[in-house]
Every structure is written in structure tokens, then in C-alpha cells.
């Protein structure tokens, strides 16, 4: 690769994301500058949107419940997956590789599913926990009810545990534990020793994970959406929703409370780099460190058992369970008979060609976003720690900008950037979406993972002869093969369950399965949408399993790193 052939590539490069990242977001903001009508914009410009969006009691109150919600939703997500990390990391357990694998499983599937499997086990009347309640105990009161902010907090806690999970449970395996021992040999019981040593240490863990938490719980609008309208309670990003989606279409204040939901996110970023900014105070993993010995839980071992599993059952098992039962009822029931089940809602969805170019589209859209963002990903990632490059810096920047965007603000700046081209309506745009938003997932991984790989291995290739393009194919890519598998199975998956920009972006000519399950849900056809989903959550655990048997890689240790 000569000096020439480079600069030409990072010039590409630049263009790339100024296109994909950072003109979308521009036109987000330029659209809450504009007056509107009640058809559309106007072509005069305002600030009247953004004076009804930051000033009126409406949108400030709705951006109160969905800061109050993200927070309870991340104290307590971080709550159990910190403690099940300390558990499985820490803590001589039986039958640990499994439950390992399952406490992730939840990450696989879509919190939007769950939330059908939840309405299916606890809705007040036809809920089958409380279906069973009433037939053990006789009480006519539900023992549970989804339908309530309580609800939607179980939900989005249960599944955005994983996350926090795979934050922390990887750093406290390959912590020095030189600190806790010598604790322990001062008489600390593990207790203390975990709170005064091990905790301290993992502030950037806990940290990272809490932001990642929040970021997906303030723009998440499904959730909220679906049970809110029953519960009394709208969320910001719910309102940006509507303002959208239905008539009279308020694009200006739309684009103005996503610009909130904006500030929101890089003030949570600049809290977490404050933190964190001597990052000296947080090494965890020393050139003389060691494996701490397993604690021994003793009759503990019970309560651990119980957190664990109960997660478990409560995030995988009885949704699961729950969402292929009724996805195989004809209707909603109070009871469970033959005369119930049928095969109906499976031969309508590959009869129907919607949900046949759905399933189509949803897997040709995520195996694209996946091959492009982890080879993006990797060569901005290898460029920059390897050039050094003004340019290629800025563009790593750049790049890694969506990671604080909301999917909704992105999907409104996309919708606004490709309205008169051919691209809107089509399946291209919502591709352009997706790289733009997992593409700082692949560019911090990838990173992460050459940083690995000692500069001798390359130098030493060079010094015989090799060139750069010649380094990276034979010495770098090889070395970094878990990284690009993880990165792009990872994508994949997220693609084929994200929503919040997918449904602003999707029309009849491209179907996606998320969407389907989306409308469905929305329109009241419980069980067809459930039938989705269970085809949905196969195709992604299936390319969980074909990844470790393919592959033999373990798609959850370089994410975590």
C-alpha cells in the first residue's frame, strides 16, 4: 500500500462517514429550525418548535418520566447483573458454564418479544400466572399485572440485564487479585474485601454499563408506548413517536425533542469520562496478577442459586415458553383446551408475501450491516492506532458520534436526508441506519482488539519485506479473527431485533420482521405478532449456536473486553 493509495482510503473513509454519521444528524437539527404547518413543514424558518419542546410543561413532563424511568431501569439492572457477575466470577458454583450461557441469553432475543411474553403471563384477566393463581388459590384479585409502570420496569430491567452483565463479569475474571488476597490475609472477611477493594475497581465497568443502559432505556418508546397508553404515563421518546407517525405529522418538534434526548447522552458521557478520567486509579489487570481463589458461598450458595435461576426463569424460560404457546392459540383464552391450539398463525406468516420479504429482508439486512461494520470497524480501528493520522483520527471520532445518538433522532435525520431519492422507502436506507448505529460497537471492539496484538508481530513482517496491506491480511486479520466473528454476529443480531429507527424508516416496499411485530402488536393481533417473534428469536439463536460451531468462538468475551 503506497503513501498515496493510504490518504486516498482515509479520504474514502472520511467521506463514508460524513455521509452515513454525520449528515443525518445534521438535518435532525436543521429540521427543528423550521416553522410548521398542519400538512407538513413549512419552508420558513422558527424556533417555535424548539420553544414548545424546551419550555411547555407537555414535553418537559414527558422527558421527566423517561429520565425517572431509564434511571430506575439502570439502578436496577446494574443492581442484579453486578451482583449475579460477582457471583459467577467470584463464587464456586455448580453447573457455572450454564448458567453463564443463560444469563446472557436474554441479549439475543428482543425486549420488545419479552414484552409479548410478559403480556401473555400477566395480563390482569388472561395472564397465564395469574390463570394459574386463581385456579390454585381460588382469588378472584390478579396476582400480577403488566399493565402498570411496574410492568415495564420488570420488563426492560429483565432485558437489558445482559448488558450490564457482560460489562463487568469479564473485567472481575481477569482482575488482580493480589489486592483482595492480601485483604483477606489482613483479616478482611470477602464481604468487605469485595466492597472496599474489588467494587472500587470496577467504577469503569459499572459505569460504562450504567451508560449503555441508560441510553437504551431513554430511547426506547415500545415499551413504554404499549403499556403506557394503559398505565397513564407517556415517555419522550413515545411522544417523539407519535409526533411522526400520526396525522397531524409534527416533524420540527419531533426533531427537537430528539435533540433533547441528544443532550442528554453526551452529558452522561462527559460524567462518565470525568469519573473515570484517571484511569490509572482503575487498573485491574496487572503483569503479576493471578486468578482469585473461588469463594466459598456456604449455605449463601442457596440465595445465589435462587438469584440466578429466578433470572433465568423470568428472562428466558417462562417467555419463551410463554410466546410459543401462544403464538399456537387461534385467540386469547382463559383457558387452555385443543380446541385452542392451532397451526393457523404459522401458515399465514409464510403464506402472506409481507412476511415472506420480511424474513428476507431482516436476514439480508443484518448479515450486510455485519460484514460492513466489522470491516469498517477494523480498518478505521487499524488506521488510526497504526498511522496516527489527523485525518483518520477525526474520522474514527466521527464515527463513533451515533454512540450518543438515539435511534429515533437518527432515523428522523435519515428520513429527512434521503426523502427525495430514491433510497426512501427502500431497504438501503434502513441499512445505512443500522451501520450508522452499530458501527461504534465495531470501531471500539475492533480497536480494542489490535491493541492486543504486539506491534513486534508487525514490525517483524515488515522488516522481511511485507507491506502494510500484506501485514494486515497475513499477521493482523488472522490474530484478530474472535474480534471481526464477534463484531459481526453481534451486529447482526442487534440489526435484526432494532426498531426505534426501523420504524420511522420502514415502508411496504421493504418489510422487516420488527416492524411486523411492531404494527401487529399496535393493531391488537397479539398472537400473529407472537408468531413473529418466535421466528425472529430463532433465526438469532440459531446464529448464536452456527457461530460457536462454525467458528468456535464465543461471541461475548471480545464484546465485554
Not at 99 to 127: C, H, K, N, Q, R
Not at 262 to 279: E, K
Amino acid at each position: 500500500m503506497t503513501r498515496a493509495l493510504g490518504r486516498l482510503l482515509v479520504l474514502l473513509l472520511a467521506v463514508l462517514v460524513l455521509v452515513v454519521c454525520v449528515v443525518p444528524l445534521a438535518q435532525t437539527i436543521n429540521t427543528a429550525f423550521y416553522a410548521e404547518t398542519a400538512y407538513g413543514l413549512s419552508t420558513a424558518r422558527s424556533v417555535a418548535a424548539l420553544l414548545t419542546v424546551y419550555t411547555t410543561g407537555e414535553y418537559l413532563g414527558d422527558l421527566v418520566e423517561a429520565l425517572i424511568l431509564s434511571v430506575i431501569v439502570t439502578i436496577l439492572s446494574l443492581s442484579l447483573s453486578v451482583t449475579m457477575a460477582f457471583i459467577m466470577a467470584r463464587a464456586r458454583l455448580r453447573l457455572a458454564g450454564l448458567l453463564d450461557i443463560l444469563i446472557i441469553a436474554p441479549m439475543f432475543l428482543s425486549p420488545f418479544t419479552g414484552l409479548i411474553a410478559w403480556i401473555v403471563l400477566a395480563s390482569e384477566e388472561t395472564g397465564f400466572v395469574n390463570m394459574a393463581w386463581r385456579g390454585v388459590f381460588g382469588d378472584g384479585d390478579a396476582l400480577v399485572n403488566i399493565w402498570s409502570y411496574t410492568g415495564v420496569v420488570w420488563v426492560m430491567a429483565l432485558f437489558f440485564t445482559p448488558f450490564a452483565y457482560l460489562f463487568t463479569v469479564n473485567p472481575l475474571r481477569s482482575m488482580d487479585a493480589s489486592l483482595e488476597e492480601a485483604a483477606r490475609t489482613a483479616g478482611a472477611s470477602p464481604l468487605r474485601s469485595i466492597l472496599h477493594i474489588t467494587l472500587p475497581m470496577m467504577v469503569p465497568a459499572i459505569f460504562g454499563a450504567g451508560m449503555l443502559i441508560f441510553v437504551l432505556a431513554a430511547e426506547m418508546y415500545t415499551i413504554p408506548g404499549i403499556i403506557g397508553a394503559t398505565a397513564g404515563f407517556t415517555t419522550l421518546p413515545y411522544q417523539i413517536y407519535l409526533d411522526t407517525t400520526v396525522s397531524p405529522v409534527h416533524l420540527a418538534r419531533a426533531a427537537s425533542g430528539g435533540t433533547i434526548l441528544l443532550w442528554v447522552t453526551l452529558v452522561g458521557i462527559m460524567i462518565q469520562r470525568r469519573v473515570t478520567r484517571r484511569s490509572e486509579r482503575y487498573v485491574t489487570i496487572g503483569g503479576k496478577g493471578h486468578r482469585s481463589r473461588p469463594i466459598d458461598l456456604g449455605s449463601w450458595r442457596w440465595a445465589a442459586y435462587g438469584l440466578t435461576w429466578g433470572y433465568i426463569i423470568c428472562s428466558v424460560l417462562l417467555p419463551m415458553g410463554a410466546l410459543l404457546v401462544y403464538s399456537l392459540m387461534k385467540y386469547s383464552s382463559g383457558r387452555l383446551g385443543a380446541d385452542v391450539f392451532s397451526l393457523v398463525h404459522y401458515r399465514n406468516l409464510f403464506s402472506l408475501q409481507a412476511t415472506r420479504e420480511a424474513l428476507g429482508n431482516t436476514l439480508l439486512l443484518g448479515i450486510l450491516s455485519g460484514t460492513i461494520c466489522a470491516a469498517l470497524g477494523t480498518l478505521i480501528s487499524f488506521l488510526e492506532l497504526r498511522t496516527k493520522g489527523l485525518l483518520i483520527i477525526a474520522v474514527a471520532f466521527l464515527a463513533v458520534l451515533p454512540v450518543a445518538v438515539p435511534g429515533l433522532v437518527y432515523g428522523i435525520g435519515l428520513s429527512r436526508t434521503y426523502l427525495r431519492t430514491p433510497l426512501y422507502g427502500t431497504i438501503w436506507v434502513l441499512l445505512l441506519a443500522y451501520i450508522a448505529k452499530f458501527l461504534p460497537y465495531a470501531i471500539v471492539v475492533a480497536r480494542t482488539g489490535i491493541m492486543q496484538i504486539g506491534r513486534e508481530l508487525e514490525e517483524s513482517a515488515r522488516t522481511c519485506g511485507a507491506n502494510p496491506a500484506r501485514v494486515l491480511a497475513r499477521i493482523t486479520l488472522p490474530l484478530l479473527k474472535a474480534t471481526l466473528v464477534s463484531v459481526l454476529f453481534f451486529v447482526m443480531l442487534m440489526s435484526i431485533k432494532e426498531l426505534s429507527a426501523s420504524v420511522l424508516l420502514y415502508s411496504e416496499r421493504g418489510p422487516i420482521l420488527s416492524v411486523l411485530i411492531w404494527s401487529y402488536m399496535d393493531s391488537g393481533n397479539f398472537q400473529f405478532a407472537a408468531a413473529i417473534g418466535v421466528i425472529q428469536s430463532v433465526i438469532m439463536v440459531a446464529l448464536v449456536l452456527v457461530t460457536r460451531l462454525i467458528f468456535h468462538v464465543r461471541i461475548e468475551g471480545p464484546l465485554a473486553r
